[in-house]
Each structure stands twice: as C-alpha cells, then as structure tokens.
C-alpha cells in the first residue's frame, strides 16, 4: 500500500545533542511537510518542500532544518534540541494545489532528557 | 493568531447520539476545509472534506455543512460509535502558489460512551 513511514516511531535525545527525523513516502507526492504536535494542541507547520523547493515558516526557529535528497525521502534534523522541542514530529504528503488532502505518517515521538 | 477556531475542546457523547463540533475562520481566502481524525499515537487521518461553493458534503455518518456568509462549518456524526472515539481537527487552506498549507483547529476530543 501506498504510504508515509516515519522512523524512528520513538526517539530519545540528550539536551543539546543533534537529532534527524526521517520520512519516507511511495505516494510520490510533490509535497512534503514537517508538523510539530505538542499535547493537545493543533499540528503546527514547520517547513515545507514542493519539490525541491523549501518553504519555512517565518516563526520556525533557526534550530530546525530539512532536508529532501528525492522525491521519496524527507529528513528533519534539530541541530540543539531543548526541553521545549519534545513533541510529536509528523511528516506528511500532498500532490500539491488546492483540494489535495494530506497523507500523514504515524509520527515520531520526540523525548528531550 | 489562531486562523482556524475550533470547539468545544471536548465532548462527550453517548452511543447512538450525534456529536456536532463547530469551527470558524476568518481569512475569506480559504478554500478547501478538511476534518481529520487521530487516534492515539497515530497521525491525522483524512475523515471527509468540502469547498466553499457547496453547502453541505454527506459520507456515510459523517456530515460537514458549511456556511460561507457567517465563515462556520461543523462535523456532525450521526449514529455515534465509541470506535469514533478519538480527537478531531478542523481545517483550512488557501491557494498558494506551492501547496496547500493547511491550519489547523485547535482540535476536540470526542468521547462516545457506550
């Protein structure tokens, strides 16, 4: 079946030591984005690619980065991470316009010790 | 600035009921509203969807009608089940010229009693 995998589904990281998240997708969409989720709140966007292109968002902090070498593969990477970035990090797929629903991956839980 | 407002933050239903949760936007250029549903540990699922230019969108239980003139639209599921039990976010996008960035709701978790 055509889907989006995200590994690890667990992560664990020390204060302050680097971090890449990785995403996967065999929908060959054209779209690729990387939400956070902390508890009870709404997904919020943190970057985007349409195709090669990036898109940040403007309130994105510095310390999160991505990378997409394909089509298939997208890569979160928190170059510091802080107590406050443990969330839920989800990647998600759309072809792209409007009117395309997203495809979401289960997510990878991020702890900061 | 929170572009899409959702409520209640949650809701209690008992099975068999109807469960209405109510969103509200703000920004005339969207044009595209999904609701999804997540469960636990899982990502966002894509429960149903409608544009602007209609007025209501029926699949199986699930029902979003959706009034341009007040910016509203809501979920209404019919014949609740407690496998319906789980959290679910409205949202909106606009077109742009790369994707379709949606905004989320702030999200409302649904209980269906049995």
């Known amino acids: 079946d055509a889907m989006v995998i995200q590994n690890p589904r667990y992560q664990v990281t020390q204060f302050g030591k680097p971090v890449t998240l990785s995403c996967s997708q065999t929908l060959n969409h054209n779209v690729m984005y990387w939400y956070q989720q902390k508890s009870s709140q709404a997904p919020k966007l943190l970057f985007h690619?349409?195709?090669?292109?990036?898109?940040n968002e403007a309130d994105t902090p510095d310390n999160f980065q991505s990378r997409r070498p394909n089509t298939s593969f997208c890569f979160l990477d928190i170059r510091s991470p802080g107590l406050g970035d443990a969330a839920m990090y989800l990647c998600a797929t759309s072809r792209g316009g409007v009117g395309y629903g997203y495809t979401f991956g289960s997510g990878t839980r991020l702890t900061v010790v | 600035q929170q572009q899409v407002k959702q409520s209640p933050q949650s809701l209690i239903v008992q099975k068999g009921g109807i469960s209405i949760i109510n969103c509200a936007y703000e920004?005339?250029?969207?044009?595209?509203f999904p609701w999804y549903q997540q469960f636990p540990g899982k990502g966002p699922a894509l429960l149903i969807a409608?544009?602007?230019?209609?007025s209501e969108k029926k699949e199986g239980r699930f029902t979003i009608s959706f009034n341009k003139s007040a910016k509203q639209f809501s979920l209404h599921i019919m014949d609740s089940q407690p496998g319906d039990s789980a959290t679910y976010f409205c949202?909106?996008?606009?077109?742009?010229?790369?994707?379709?960035?949606?905004?989320f709701g702030t999200g409302t978790r649904l209980t269906v009693i049995p």
């Open positions: 920004n005339t250029a969207f044009d595209y």
């Open positions: 949202a909106a996008s606009k077109g742009h010229p790369g994707a379709n960035n949606l905004f």
């Open positions: 690619y349409y195709d090669k292109d990036f898109n």
């Open positions: 409608i544009r602007p230019d209609v």
